[in-house]
């Protein structure tokens, strides 16, 4: 079982792992999973509907940090003004990568 999951993280970019990191850092893993909706959408979903947008990092990155409503049901998702623009850049772009 070690080897197997040593053979996993070494196949894994670590770019990767440290943006999971940073979901996991600032709690969105409370309510976001990568494929299954959970309170929120699922990455999956948000990459799905908004990855083709020209601006679509931008985009995501500005809803982690200003939050919103209405878009994926009535639960609001708070703002996260503690979230660094650099990071909201570098999870987004993740996000956004996740097929």
């Known amino acids: 079982m070690r080897k ?3 053979v996993v993280l070494l ?33 999956k979903m948000v990459s799905d509907k908004y990855r083709d947008r020209a601006d679509a990092q931008s985009y995501v990155a500005g809803k982690i940090r200003a ?9 609001a998702m708070p703002a996260q003004a503690q979230v660094s623009e650099a990071d909201a850049q570098v999870m987004a772009k993740y996000i956004l990568s996740i097929r």
Do not use: M, N
């Open 11 to 43: 196949s894994l970019p670590v770019s990767a792992l440290a943006d999971e990191a940073l979901l996991k850092k600032y709690s969105c893993t409370a309510c976001h999973q990568t494929q299954a909706k959970v309170l929120g959408p699922s990455y």
């Open 4 to 6: 197997f999951v040593l």
């Open 67 to 75: 939050g919103g409503k209405g878009v994926w049901g009535q639960i």
